[in-house]
Structure formats: C-alpha cells, structure tokens
C-alpha cells in the first residue's frame, strides 16, 4: 500500500472530481448529472482511502458513511425525477425552469 | 523502473478517467450508466491496490450493483433508451465546463503537492499503525471495531438517515399517498 505514492492517487481523485464537475455543468439530461454527482461522491471517497494511511483509519470508516449517504441521495433523487417526469414528460433540465426568475 | 503494483495502478486509472470522459460524452443515458458502472469497477481495483480490500468489494456490491440498478432501472421505466434528443450543452457551456475542470485540478494539485502533506497526523496514525491495526482485527475489523464504537453515535443517525430516504423516496414516486 507504500507502493504508490500519495500524489498519484490524490490526483487521480482531483481528475475524476474534475470529470464530474464538468459532467454537470454540461449535460442537461437530469439522470446523467445524478450520475456525474456519483463521480463526485467516488473521487471523494478515492481521496479519503489513499489518505486513510496517513490520517489513521477513520477515513475508510467514513468511506461508509458516504456510500451510505449517496445510496440515500440516489433513491431520494430518482424519486424526485420520477415525479416530475409524470408531470412534464421530460428529464430534461432546460424544462425544469419553474423554481428559475 | 515502476513496480507491479504501480503499473497495475496505472492502467486502472487509465481505465477510470477513459470510462469517465466517456460517461460524461456519451449522448444516450444507457451509454453513461454503463461507462459509469466500468468507472467503479476501476476505482475499486484500486481501492484494492491502496490495501482497502473491503471498501472496494463494497464498491462493487453497493455501487455498481445496487446503485447503478436503480438508475438503470429509472432510465428504462421512463423510456429513455431510445428517442433521446442530444442533451449535451453549446460550444460556450462545453468551454466553461473545460475551464472549471482544470481550475479544479489545478487547485487540488495544489493542495494535494504541499510538502507537508504525506506526514503522519497523529501518534497513532501512520502506515505501521495501519498495517499493525490490520494484524491485529483483520479486514473487516479493521473498519467495523471504529465504526460500532468510536461512531456509533453517526451510525445510528445514518440509519435514521437510510429510514427517512426509503420513506421518502416511497411518498415521492407514489401517485396517490
């Protein structure tokens, strides 16, 4: 697990974080931005094993609690986009501009 | 002269930014989904190569088993594997998307390159205590013994957490509660 260095791993997160920050700002398809938020929450989680190390093992114990959490904002989310999907028949979000001044 | 170990990094890294670039690139959902199923896969292989076995079979099990089918699952109740239209932002969103991803990298390398950085952060933490802590519980242990002791107390409020999503999620996407 000293094999490879932090740096490599740490900037492998940033890329993969980067990836689905770009993701969002991009697609307008509101299931492919849940699934770059995922990206997110996985770079996140990258970040905090190959620091787990270092920092002591708490990292990997919060690991869990971000999967967990993420598992929560999926099934809450497509919730979300399966009730407005029956009201505008779209899961597009240049349709969703309600809540939008 | 890069060892096994970091070869075998490599190319799972390769292989978690290409399946990335293209989740965010293909044009229909079930193309992404799929890309991002492979993404995890990488990210676990290298979980594996970072020594954290158990998080990254975890990895599989939750993420790309039970997570990405429920979003395979929404994209086929809605219909949207065919008769999608190209959903994908004009040329000035795809620049500003660029620019944001590599002010991102830029500003986490960095942090991430702070001299610093690899140190060990307290008396008890460091690679030896890892592995003795290893030793000492095994895989699981290592993880499960801190999370029913130490964090019991945000253990009990994820649950409380997975309880109210499931709730919810059920009163979202029923038509008549």
């Known amino acids: ?101 | 002269m890069p060892t096994l170990t970091q070869i075998l990094f490599f190319f799972f890294a390769a292989c978690a930014i290409g399946s990335a670039v293209a989740m965010v690139t293909r044009k229909n959902p079930v193309a992404s989904a799929l890309w991002l199923i492979g993404t995890f896969f990488a990210v676990a292989a290298i979980f594996t190569l970072l020594g954290a076995f158990f998080i990254g079979i975890i990895q599989i099990l939750v993420y790309a088993g039970a997570i990405m089918v429920l979003f395979l699952f929404v994209i086929m109740l809605l219909n949207l594997g065919h008769a999608y239209h190209a959903d994908i932002r004009g040329r000035g969103w795809q620049i500003f998307a660029g620019g944001a991803a590599l002010l991102i990298v830029a500003l986490l390398a960095r942090v991430f390159a702070a001299p610093e950085l690899p140190h060990p952060l307290g008396s008890q933490a460091g690679p030896e205590a890892l592995r003795n802590a290893l030793a000492q519980h095994g895989t699981v242990g290592v993880i499960g013994v801190p999370m029913y002791t130490e964090f019991i107390v945000p253990l009990q409020a994820t649950a409380m957490l997975l309880l109210i999503a499931v709730v919810g999620a059920v009163v979202l996407a029923k038509r008549k509660v």
Not at chain 1, 38 to 63: H, I, K, R, T
Not at chain 1, 75 to 88: Q, T
């Open chain 1, 1 to 101: 697990m000293e094999a490879i260095p932090l740096q490599y791993s740490l900037g492998l997160s940033a890329i993969l974080f980067a990836i689905g920050v770009a993701g969002v700002i991009v697609r307008r398809n509101a299931i492919v931005m849940f699934m770059c938020i995922e990206l997110m929450l996985n770079a996140v989680n990258l970040a905090f094993v190959a620091l787990s190390p270092y920092a002591g093992v708490q990292g990997q114990v919060f690991v869990f609690f971000v999967i967990a959490v993420a598992a929560a904002e999926a099934a809450v989310g497509l919730a979300i986009i399966i009730s407005v999907f029956r009201h505008k028949e779209s899961v597009d979000m240049a349709d969703f501009s309600l809540l939008r001044w």
